[in-house]
């Protein structure tokens, strides 16, 4: 068997194979932000994944940016997740949730009170997100004073333990695409003179300060991060020395031991090339302080991409985000070398079961 489909242990998760299902907002939470039986019917359908890493919840009301996205602060969200999780573990999966903080990627109208969003920094971004009116500008941010970070931090070890509580596998802090925790990272978003701006390790203390109260919360052995060292997504521009920053962070995180980092490869859904950065660098950096930690890697994989990075041992992981959506038995289409689904992309964010729960598993026989 190709070790792509072999078992794999990721910090205290045991995985029955190497590929792994990436987070995918699909903007179809009840009301309240809760997930509903339609989640629990999708991730049961893709519990053949070595591991699944849930669409990103926000750990606050504050940290929502997307119209009906899923929350893990409320207990009404909790037992909601608890339904997936017991569905996903019934068919012998494992899953954790992906911990999220969207910063400044907000609308005044997905807010507590309609108040403005909150950022490292006050200029707004130059995207737009998802609301009741559709894709709308997002809303100008207001720089988090350093007196407010504290919470921030408490709000992510807050979520861990709801994350547990919900029965999950374990959390995946998100810290790329631009989001809170990205940021405060990149000098080319944050412009703050406080102990949270300015030099390398002021930038990366939020981030290692929110991974670090996760860990004390729920173990390191069951905590994941992922990171995306140049995608410009969400108007995150280039930091000026990336391979410095996420080295750092790296250097600072790797020695707590994680259950594994999640590596965005070039632009988020887009272009392996978009900048220069040497991950294989930045691998050796974190496999220095904890050889046994998992490498996952992510971005336009195929197949033949999975095969090879794992069989030439340059990652433990490969996560596949839109084929899992068209193809809830991605791990066997892999392994058989079986086509897969085309993606009907009308139906990726909103909407109801169509293009989320009746795509086409292949059947258990081949007709004669």
């Known amino acids: 068997m190709h070790p792509l489909f072999t078992p794999f242990r990721a910090g205290d998760i045991a995985l029955a194979n190497r590929v792994v299902m990436a987070p995918l907002t699909r903007n179809r939470a009840l009301p309240g932000q809760l997930p509903g039986p339609l989640q629990v019917e999708y991730y049961r359908q893709r519990a053949s994944a ?109 979520a861990a333990r709801q994350a547990m509580a919900a029965g999950f596998d374990g959390v995946e802090v998100h810290g790329a695409n631009g989001y809170l925790l990205e940021q405060f990272l990149r000098d080319s978003v944050n412009d703050r003179s406080d102990a949270y701006g300015g030099p390398i390790a002021n930038r990366a203390r939020l981030m290692v300060e929110a991974v670090q109260a996760v860990c004390e919360e729920i173990g390191a052995a069951r905590t994941g991060l992922r990171l995306s060292p140049v995608t410009p997504a969400n108007d995150a521009g280039q930091d000026s020395d990336p391979q410095a920053l996420y080295g750092h962070v790296v250097e600072r995180l790797a020695p707590l031991k994680l259950a594994y980092l999640h590596l965005i490869e070039g632009a988020t859904g887009g272009d392996r090339n978009v900048a220069p950065f040497d991950y294989a660098a930045l691998r050796a950096v974190y496999k220095r302080a904890h050889p046994a930690g998992a490498w996952m890697v992510n971005n336009g994989y195929d197949a033949a991409m999975a095969r090879a990075v794992v069989e030439r041992g340059e990652a433990d992981l490969v996560a596949f985000g839109r084929p899992f ?15 897969w689904n085309a993606l009907r992309r009308e139906t990726l964010y909103g909407g109801d079961a169509a293009g989320y729960t009746d795509y086409p598993a292949l059947p258990d026989t081949v007709p004669a």
Request: aromatic fraction near 4%; hydrophobic fraction near 35%.
């Open 325 to 339: 959506i068209a193809n809830p038995d991605l791990v066997r289409r892999l392994r058989e070398n079986a086509p």
């Open 50 to 158: 070595g591991l699944i890493v849930t669409e990103a919840s926000q750990i606050s009301p504050e940290g929502q940016g997307y119209l009906d996205t899923p929350g893990i602060h409320s207990d009404a969200q909790v037992a909601g997740w608890r339904r997936v999780t017991e569905a996903v573990h019934a068919a012998g999966g494992r899953i954790v949730i992906q911990l999220w903080h969207v910063g400044r990627i907000s609308h005044v109208s997905l807010q507590p009170g309609g108040q403005s969003p909150v950022s490292s920094t006050a200029r707004a971004a130059a995207t737009k997100t998802f609301t009741k009116k559709g894709f709308e500008p997002v809303s100008a941010p207001r720089a988090l004073r350093s007196d407010e970070l504290p919470r921030i931090v408490a709000d992510y070890r807050h």
